[in-house]
């Protein structure tokens, strides 16, 4: 805010700065084109089909049509794949970033020959796009007769999920200074008692901003989980919604209701955790 006013200060008491300005404009373009879809489908889902052909895109609904989202949760058998949903995300995303969190730590700091060829593997992980092995994946977890299971897609989300986080962990833990560790070493503090009393408090920042991209890419994953997850009845959100779009796809104010319905969790996670994502692309920025 205090950028903003001293942009658009009067001219009679300091220079309009041009520069700061034009990036305000240009920042509230963006900000337009960004919400104005968001816009389109909150009122789309707040009117009945007639009112939707009847009246402008833009236009708030004059009367709320709230049966949208009842008729739509139920017709899309949505309280199905909200559960399957939240089973795998609750269970996949702590237990990545656990097991991301221990990697990262030995690696950055537990002395051993193979470290560097270790975290190479895990860089090499990184850069594998997982639709190229979704073939392999898929007969993988087929042999062990995984498939319309659980762990048949939380396995595969972690091995692509965890290479990722290892590697933003353990840049921050490698920035952590030795001599932390080194003196609990000295009082005869375990590794694991060091990670868990040490370094699990002081990358809390880090470790919540990855657990709201976590939570995202994990509940909107759909290709993945259109191959493992081929039962209706184990279907996520996005496969619902899919198949809600294809017989309903002229129902526009009960799809639109259902597409908020399944971008709400993850917006509401990012709003119970905005002050720590900000955190922790800030850690480390300002120096006291």
């Known amino acids: 805010m205090k950028m903003f006013s001293q942009a658009f200060r009067p001219v009679g008491s300091a220079k309009v700065d041009p520069v700061l300005v034009a990036l305000w404009i240009a920042f509230i373009l963006l900000a337009l084109i960004w919400i104005t879809p968001f816009l389109f489908i909150v009122f789309t889902s707040l009117k009945s089909n007639s009112t939707v052909m009847g009246s402008s895109a833009f236009m708030p609904p004059t009367e709320l049509a709230l049966d949208n989202f009842v008729a739509a949760w139920k017709r899309g058998n949505f309280s199905t794949t909200a559960f399957n949903g939240v089973v795998i995300t609750v269970i996949k995303v702590p237990l990545g970033l656990f097991i991301s969190a221990m990697a990262a730590y030995a690696l950055a700091k537990v002395p051993m020959r193979m470290n560097k060829a270790l975290f190479a593997l895990f860089l090499f992980g990184?850069?594998?796009?997982?639709?190229?092995?979704?073939?392999?994946?898929?007969?993988?977890?087929?042999?062990?007769?995984?498939?319309?299971?659980?762990?048949?897609?939380?396995?595969?989300?972690?091995?692509?999920?965890?290479?990722?986080?290892?590697?933003?962990?353990?840049?921050?833990?490698?920035?952590?200074?030795?001599?932390?560790?080194?003196?609990?070493?000295?009082?005869?503090?375990?590794?694991?008692?060091?990670?868990?009393?040490?370094?699990?408090?002081?990358?809390?920042?880090?470790?919540?901003?990855?657990?709201?991209?976590?939570?995202?890419?994990?509940w909107n994953e759909f290709a993945m989980a259109l191959v493992i997850l081929q039962d209706p009845k184990m279907w996520t959100l996005p496969l619902g919604l899919m198949s809600f779009q294809s017989q309903f796809s002229s129902d526009y104010g009960e799809l639109n209701a259902a597409i908020i319905m399944t971008v709400l969790p993850a917006a509401i996670v990012y709003l119970m955790f905005q002050r720590y994502f900000v955190a922790g692309l800030t850690t480390g920025a300002v120096k006291e």
């Not at 003196?183 to 709201?212: C, E, K, Y």
């Open 126 to 218: 990184t850069m594998l796009p997982f639709q190229v092995m979704l073939a392999p994946i898929f007969r993988q977890v087929n042999a062990f007769g995984l498939i319309n299971t659980y762990p048949g897609i939380i396995l595969p989300y972690l091995a692509f999920g965890i290479p990722y986080q290892v590697f933003i962990l353990h840049g921050f833990f490698s920035a952590v200074p030795k001599e932390l560790s080194e003196a609990a070493r000295i009082d005869g503090a375990s590794h694991f008692t060091i990670f868990r009393r040490i370094f699990l408090p002081v990358s809390l920042p880090v470790l919540s901003a990855l657990l709201i991209l976590d939570f995202v890419a994990t």
